[in-house]
């Protein structure tokens, strides 16, 4: 258990460069869609159901909500 856990930190250190960005815009794109979706009045589907999509499904989520959750007026 413990080496798993130092070849776990190695690789997240070595390849913190790669993975700094993607983290930070993954925690921009949510908070943008949780955002947008606490503004809007209604979405497609209920707005639990989009919070859960937008938290759990890392990326995509968010991307998700853009492209379909949002309704256009």
Known sequence: M???MQDVTRVIQENFAILAPLFIIQLLLMIVA???????????????????IIIF???IGPIIYFIFGKRDY
Do not use: D, F, H, Y
């Not at 949780?34 to 639990?48: D, F, R």
């Open 2 to 4: 413990i080496l798993l």
């Open 34 to 52: 949780l955002i947008s979706l606490a503004k809007v009045e209604a979405a497609n589907g209920p707005k639990w159901m989009w919070a859960i």
């Open 57 to 59: 499904i890392n990326i």
